[in-house]
C-alpha cells in the first residue's frame, strides 16, 4: 500500500516534472525581482546580518570563542535557510489561489518548489561559508564528506514543516503571522549566536527536542570544530525527520481535497 502510494506522488510530480522546473526557476528569481543587484542580495543579506549578529552578541554574551565570526556564520546560513522555507512555504499555496482555482496539477509541486528554490539559495551563499573558513585560517577537514547528508536531513525536515504549514494556512490564515513571532523564538532556542554549553544542563533535554538544535550542532561540529558527528545520531536524526516528512505529506494530502473551495 505505502510503496504504491509512494510511486503514485513520484509518478505524477515526474508527469509534470516541467511544470514544477518552472515553479522552482519562478521562486528563485522572484525573490529578486526588479531589484538593482538581483541574486547579489543571496550574498548580501547576510552578510549584513552576519556583520551586525559579529559586532553585538560577542559583547552581549561575553564570549571568548576563536574565529567568531566563523563560529557564527557556519550556524547562521542553515538557519536563515530553514527560517525562509519555513516562513515562505507557508503562504505558498494562498498566495497561488487564483492557479489552483484554474488549472489541475499536483499541489504538492508548490512547498516542493518553495523548498527547493531556498535550498538552490542556500547552496549559493555556501560560498560565503567556506570563503570565510579559508580565509581565517580554520580550514577544511575531512568531516566535510559529511556535509551533504545533514543538508539532505535539513531539506527533509524542512518539506515536511512546508507540507504542513502550507496546507494549515489555507484553512487559518492566522498562521502565517504566528510563525514569525515563533521563528523568532526558534532563533534564540537553537545555538546559533552562542555555544550549546552556555545551556544550563537542566534545560537542555528541552533544547534536544527541537531537530534544528541537533542539525545547527551538525553543521558546527562539521565545518568549524572539523569533527565527525556522531553517525548513529546523525542516522536516527535522518530517521525522525523522514517522520516528520511523512506525517507533513499525510496533512497535506487530507488538506488539499478543499483548498480551493478555502481559497
Given amino acids: 500500500m505505502w510503496v504504491g502510494e509512494i510511486m503514485k506522488i513520484f509518478k505524477e510530480l515526474y508527469n509534470y516534472r516541467e511544470f514544477l522546473k518552472t515553479s522552482i526557476k519562478k521562486e528563485f528569481r522572484g525573490k529578486y525581482k526588479k531589484s538593482f543587484l538581483g541574486v547579489l542580495w543571496s550574498f548580501l543579506n547576510p552578510l549584513f546580518q552576519l556583520l551586525i549578529y559579529a559586532l553585538v552578541f560577542p559583547f552581549i554574551l561575553k564570549s571568548e570563542v576563536d574565529n567568531y565570526i566563523v563560529f557564527l556564520i557556519v550556524a547562521l546560513m542553515p538557519w536563515n535557510f530553514f527560517n525562509m522555507t519555513i516562513l515562505q512555504s507557508a503562504a505558498s499555496i494562498v498566495t497561488n489561489g487564483g492557479i489552483i ?17 531556498n535550498l538552490l539559495n542556500f547552496l549559493i551563499t555556501g560560498i560565503i561559508v567556506f570563503a570565510a573558513l579559508l580565509i581565517s585560517g580554520v580550514g577544511i577537514g575531512p568531516s566535510i564528506i559529511v556535509l551533504p547528508i545533514i543538508v539532505l536531513i535539513q531539506y527533509i525536515l524542512q518539506l515536511g514543516l512546508a507540507f504542513i504549514f502550507s496546507s494549515i494556512t489555507v484553512y487559518v490564515r492566522d498562521v502565517e503571522y504566528l510563525l514569525n513571532v515563533f521563528m523568532m523564538l526558534m532563533f534564540y532556542l537553537c545555538p546559533i549566536v552562542y555555544s550549546a554549553n552556555m545551556i544550563p544542563s537542566k534545560l537542555l533535554p528541552l533544547f534536544k527536542l527541537n531537530p534544528m538544535f541537533h542539525i545547527i550542532g551538525y553543521y558546527r561540529s562539521i565545518l568549524y570544530y572539523k569533527e565527525f558527528p556522531n553517525m548513529l545520531n546523525v542516522f536516527l536524526l535522518f530517521i525522525a525527520c523522514v517522520g516528520i516528512m511523512i506525517v507533513g505529506y499525510l496533512i497535506f494530502r487530507k488538506c488539499k481535497k478543499r483548498f480551493a473551495e478555502e481559497l
Fill in 101 to 117: 482555482k484554474k488549472v489541475y496539477f499536483p499541489r504538492e509541486i508548490l512547498p516542493i518548489s518553495t523548498a527547493t528554490s
